[in-house]
């Protein structure tokens, strides 16, 4: 028996091309085309030119020829839908004549103005039968079918759904097949009046009564995708994000979280394309302004190894404005007068060096003079040898780490000293090097053969075995490390002052706990 909407669609093409007509009156009507020119499809039919603005497409035409059979195969993939809409429609919207596929979306779009109060299992089924239709023609690839496809979809979530209750069930599989086909004609290169479309329709649709509450449209958006993606696909990808981030902020039910938004920005900032690459950026400070430490755990450690690379660097540049920190023409000048008064300070112990042979001179006058007389003097042994040496062998015996002078310490000696007791050094466990303390974090990361099972604490710049780095990460012992002011000490995992002279040098020899080889007197 024929249904209903079969016998509706039998009637007259051109009558309900007429009807549409007159209901989008108040737009302005296209010229029809010059039917003895342009470009052909496979029906001798000639493809449509490009409209100056957004109007309702003309498909009617007297010359029109009829569709041709559905295929085997596109009768199997239709048959639901052909069973609720009839056959002919459905025929139209599988033509290749793009006239047809626009005419049985104009008689799907009455069909859904007039379709009256019934069963739910009725509504049900003309709701999915659409659904497929328009999920075909949204793939088509001629601007006006495209443009009357998406107003028909606009009318079945918003008007439809909400005239006959359409359940939450149903929204979720209207929207889920809709959005994979309209984020890839996102990417769209030849036609730009489509590709612009399907943007602001995806903005559009997120902002629905029907379907805000489900969260689909950002969660489809922020699907994170691969370098390799076309450039314009994913700038486009990327804008359509930020705009609905400022139409629907990160909260509990929007969609978005800091998670899923960084997730999908940290792989469109490996992109090749400086524009995808840009609006990625504009994401992750946009977030910042609100979610700053947990924006930066998804980034590497604000490091000078990290800002090599022009990605980061302009990242972090942004970061520092928005947190208020100098600029980097502030930080050039503090470090030029950190070196100058670094020379200064050599200066003055160039002084202490002239000075100190200036003493050996008169202690060897004294001890030529005491030796005559018989009269020992009080200074001990190691220090009149050592206030007689010239300067630079009381360099050649003076440890460069802890600065300790001892008369034994020849390069063997000096070897010895490195290897067991001097208390800046130790001995890496892993690669069983000597390596400063102060740089031992450093070392686990570039230069130790196992350098590959560490990774660095973006809170205590400590590095981590990975193994136990999330469990490192979520114990949340480790002290956030000022790394302008601060050093942080691998032994005893203590943040030290690094502004006052030799602090870093007092803390290894005299204060901490963990270091075997420290002095054991309290340091005064």
């Excluded at 018989?374 to 040496?389: E, F, K």
């Amino acid at each position: 028996m024929k249904s209903f909407y079969a016998v509706y669609i039998s009637s007259d093409t051109s009558s309900i091309a007429d009807n549409y007509e007159q209901k989008e009156s108040e737009k302005t009507t296209t010229q029809p085309f010059n039917v003895s020119g342009g470009v052909y499809n496979d029906d001798d039919v000639p493809l449509p030119p490009m409209p100056s603005q957004e109007e309702p497409p003309e498909f009617s035409d007297p010359n029109l020829k009829k569709p041709k059979k559905l295929s085997p195969e596109h009768l199997n993939d239709a048959q639901k839908a052909v069973n609720v809409l009839g056959l002919d429609l459905v025929t139209r919207a599988y033509s290749k004549n793009w006239a047809h596929r626009g005419n049985a979306l104009v008689q799907l779009r009455d069909i859904l103005e007039s379709h009256p109060e019934s069963p739910k299992s009725d509504t049900r089924a003309l709701w999915r039968a659409a659904i497929k239709v328009v999920e075909r023609t949204l793939k088509d690839n001629v601007y006006q079918v495209f443009n009357l496809s998406v107003k028909v979809l606009k009318q079945l979530i918003s008007d439809f759904a909400i005239k006959h209750r359409v359940t939450k069930g149903d929204m979720i599989f209207g929207v889920e097949k809709s959005m994979p086909i309209l984020i890839s004609k996102t990417g769209e290169t030849i036609n730009h009046q489509m590709q612009k479309l399907a943007k602001e329709f995806i903005v559009d649709l997120a902002m629905l009564p029907t379907v805000k509450p489900l969260a689909l449209v950002p969660q489809h958006c922020v699907k994170p995708f691969s370098s390799t993606v076309a450039a314009k696909l994913g700038t486009s990808r990327c804008e359509i994000v930020e705009n609905l981030l400022i139409a629907l902020p990160i909260r509990d039910g929007s969609g978005f979280t800091v998670d899923n938004v960084m997730k999908f920005s940290r792989e469109a900032l490996q992109h090749s394309s400086g524009d995808v690459r840009n609006v990625a950026e504009n994401i992750i400070t946009a977030l910042y302004k609100d979610y700053s430490k947990q924006v930066r755990k998804y980034l590497p450690p604000d490091t000078e190894t990290a800002r090599k690379k022009l990605k980061y660097r302009k990242l972090f540049q942004m970061f520092d404005e928005i947190d208020g920190k100098p600029s980097p023409e502030a930080e050039k000048q503090k470090k030029q007068e950190k070196e100058k008064k670094k020379d200064e300070q050599i200066k003055s112990l160039q002084k202490e060096l002239n000075l100190l042979q200036e003493q050996s001179l008169q202690v060897a006058e004294m001890t030529r003079t005491a030796s005559r007389s018989r009269i020992p003097t009080r200074l001990s042994y190691s220090a009149q040898r050592r206030t007689s040496m010239p300067k630079l062998e009381v360099l050649e015996k003076t440890c460069v780490f802890c600065g300790e002078f001892r008369e034994g310490f020849t390069d063997a000696g000096l070897d010895v000293h490195y290897w067991k007791r001097c208390p800046l050094l130790m001995r890496c466990t892993h690669c069983k090097q000597i390596v400063e303390i102060a740089e031992f974090s450093k070392h686990l990361l570039e230069e130790c053969e196992s350098s590959e099972n560490f990774m660095e604490c973006s809170q205590c710049s400590e590095a981590i075995r990975l193994d136990v780095y999330n469990q490192h990460i979520a114990r949340g012992r480790c002290s956030e490390l000022d790394r302008d002011s601060q050093r942080h000490c691998p032994l005893c995992h203590c943040n030290i002052d690094d502004t006052e002279d030799d602090a870093w040098k007092k803390h290894a020899i005299y204060k901490c706990t963990k270091n075997s080889r420290r002095n054991k007197k309290q340091y005064i």
